[in-house]
């Protein structure tokens, strides 16, 4: 019965331990932390988060997609079909897929050239990007249909000569 | 004895700025248009107001200040640097009403960084700027590159001689025509044909390279105007590196080389002759330039140990330093990789080839080839003069286009540019350090704004102190105009003052 309990403990520990190590394996790595400490962290298995910005860049079976999270974007290098699970990227017209990677950082990339990227092993879209509608700005027509009045008088009056 | 300035001359700089303020509106058209073209339309508006606000500002100065006078030198001198700070402050209209600059001061900066081709940038939020923003932000550094001035006179300005001042007092020391406004348009010839060619190529690269047709030619054509201007701006946030491409690298690594070759030399090879190129003074101090510092910089590189293999010390450190010589400030790192990858050797010799920069009558700043090759040779002819017997005739020629015999008054001018450049990145170095920062960073930073690189080692972010800012704004300015212009405005202003 004693070595029932010992064992339970044993297996609840390590449980609790695994729980722990998973929770700080988990807590994402921001750029700044990244860039600002990439000795400490080079060739380390980090987890990081950010939007996914401009092109999916696609190069063979692999792609580059770069991670802006809020403060700078990261390179991160991917397998394809991970690359597809990302649908929006971020530009003026809308706001990409929020991504989340695990994978090994590098202060300088021995593959890519000294580039300070992560090469991801898992990929997860937490929140999908969406469109953004543009609505026109009252104010700045406004303003803009003033403007084209007076500049209007200056052009006429640059035509009338004064004696 | 001062003399007071005569309303004269007020009038006749007026018409002339008038007129440069007109060409200024006028281009931001460009912009508006393919914001309306990429349903962008409020971008589109911030360009419709910038673009009335200067087409306003302009007919009315060209009317209140109508004249049929020619400039005079001064007159000449202080409508450039004049309509330098009217660009700057006009051009950040669009761009504060974008809601992407922290202030107007903010936007004024990135302003006056795009048309002296610096690179420095306060843009927040850089991957969300609209299209027809970022097309601005680029075709600023076009203009700016090849001279606003020129790209007005080259257009709008009928008598040569006052189109002559300006474009000396725009940093443009030679001409390659006889006629001044020939020389514009040459200059615009040969700055098109690349840009078409330019565009292609990165276009057809980035397709390559995993991009999207319309993303790819778009981001060729920005890439390229902000390349061969040695300008420095990117379309994202992390600059060249965002393309993960040695392809790309290698391409811009061409691009900004033309851009820092003399225009007068790209006449010379268009002409088929191309024997110049070995033989001119600047591409001769060029090669010794790049080859001596990039030692150094490796040693100093290799000291940290970070790019142990040489496609990496070629895309990291040859790409920097290369980018830093023509002053692009085109860059794959992160700028405090700068300080925590690169030892204080290769910084030093890093910040060494952004002081010296390209060549004259390019589309560099800082001190330039022709005047490091001038000093030079000054400098081995008064050994000569030491060495060789007292009654012997000492003779130094040196070949910049044609034979030059090198004369004292060529050494003097270069020499007072060179320490004006010295003083100028001193002074900003030292407001750097009285604002806390550390030397090296300060010393760094200031020299990519006064040489008009646009390097960052970090300290240039919107948190920076108001008056860094106008330091490197001034920096950035006096910088691309050489002085000349700057110092006749100053000593305008003292004489409207204390004159009689």
């Known amino acids: 019965m004693n070595s029932i309990k010992l ?12 729980c722990a190590a998973r929770a700080c394996y988990a807590q994402p790595v921001s750029s700044t932390d990244l860039i600002n400490n990439a000795t400490r962290f080079d060739a380390a298995t980090i987890s990081y988060e950010g939007e996914a910005i401009g092109d999916i860049m696609y190069r063979g079976n692999f792609a580059w997609v770069n991670l802006h999270d ?94 | 004895m001062i003399l007071r300035p005569r309303v004269e001359d007020a009038r006749t700089i007026g018409y002339y700025l008038g007129k440069v303020i007109v060409g200024l509106g006028t281009v931001m058209l460009l912009p508006m248009v393919l914001g309306i073209a990429c349903n962008e339309f409020n971008p589109a508006l911030d360009f419709c107001i910038g673009a009335q606000i200067s087409l306003i500002i302009g007919i009315l100065l060209i009317k209140l200040c109508d004249t049929d006078k020619d400039l005079s030198w001064m007159q000449g001198m202080i409508v450039v640097s004049l309509s330098w700070l009217v660009a700057m402050v006009l051009g950040a209209i669009p761009m504060f009403l974008s809601g992407h600059w922290h202030s107007f001061l903010d936007a004024c900066f990135d302003s006056m960084s795009g048309f002296a081709t610096t690179g420095l940038t306060l843009v927040q939020d850089l991957d969300h700027l609209a299209l027809s923003h970022n097309f601005w932000r680029h075709l600023i550094m076009f203009v700016g590159g090849q001279g606003i001035v020129i790209v007005i006179l080259s257009l709008l300005v009928k008598g040569t001689s006052g189109a002559f001042k300006m474009y000396i007092g725009e940093a443009r020391d030679e001409k390659i025509l006889p006629n001044v406004v020939n020389t514009s348009r040459f200059i615009w010839l040969v700055s098109i044909v690349y840009f078409i060619l330019g565009t292609l190529v990165l276009g057809v690269v980035g397709i390559t390279e995993g991009m999207s047709k319309g993303s790819a030619f778009f981001h060729g054509a920005c890439i390229f105007m902000a390349a061969f201007d040695t300008g420095g701006f990117t379309p994202q946030s992390q600059n060249i590196l965002y393309y993960h491409s040695a392809a790309i690298e290698m391409v811009t690594i061409v691009i900004m080389i033309l851009g820092a070759i003399n225009f007068r030399l790209h006449y010379h090879i268009w002409m088929g002759n191309r024997r110049e190129i070995a033989k001119n003074i600047e591409t001769v101090a060029f090669f010794f330039s790049v080859s001596l510092l990039f030692v150094l910089v490796a040693v100093g590189l290799n000291q940290m140990q970070v790019y142990p293999y040489a496609s990496m010390l070629f895309r990291k450190g040859f790409y920097q330093f290369i980018s830093g010589h023509t002053g692009t400030g085109y860059g794959t790192l992160y700028a405090p990789q700068f300080i925590s990858d690169w030892s204080q050797l290769a910084l030093v010799g890093l910040i060494i080839a952004m002081a010296l920069g390209g060549a004259v009558c390019s589309t560099t700043g800082a001190i330039k080839m022709l005047r490091v090759g001038v000093v030079m040779k000054a400098l081995f002819q008064d050994i000569k003069r030491v060495i060789l017997p007292d009654k012997s005739i000492v003779i130094q020629k040196f070949h910049h286009i044609r034979d030059v015999f090198l004369e004292d008054h060529q050494a003097r001018t270069a020499l007072i540019i060179t320490l004006a450049y010295l003083a100028l990145y001193g002074v900003g170095s030292l407001v750097g350090m009285l604002l806390g920062y550390p030397f090296l960073s300060s010393l760094f930073e200031s020299t990519s704004a006064a040489a008009n690189v646009g390097l960052s080692c970090g300290i240039t972010q919107p948190a920076m102190p108001a008056a860094l800012k106008i330091t490197y704004i001034f920096q950035m300015w006096a910088g691309r105009l050489e002085f000349i212009s700057v110092f006749t405005l100053i000593g305008f202003f003292v004489a409207a003052i204390r004159g009689k």
Do not use: M
């Open chain 1, 7 to 18: 064992l339970l403990r044993i297996v609840f520990l390590a449980g609790l331990f695994l």
């Open chain 1, 70 to 163: 809020g403060t700078n974007a990261i390179g991160v290098w991917l397998e394809g079909p991970a690359a597809k699970s990302i649908q929006r990227t971020g530009s003026y017209q809308s706001k990409g897929d929020w991504v989340e990677v695990t994978g090994t950082f590098r202060r300088a990339c021995i593959l890519h050239g000294g580039d300070l990227d992560i090469h991801a092993e898992t990929v997860r879209v937490i929140k999908p990007g969406r469109s953004y509608a543009e609505k026109l700005n009252i104010r700045k027509i406004n303003f803009a249909l003033v403007l084209l009045v007076i500049l209007g008088v200056a052009w006429i009056l640059k035509q009338l000569k004064f004696k």
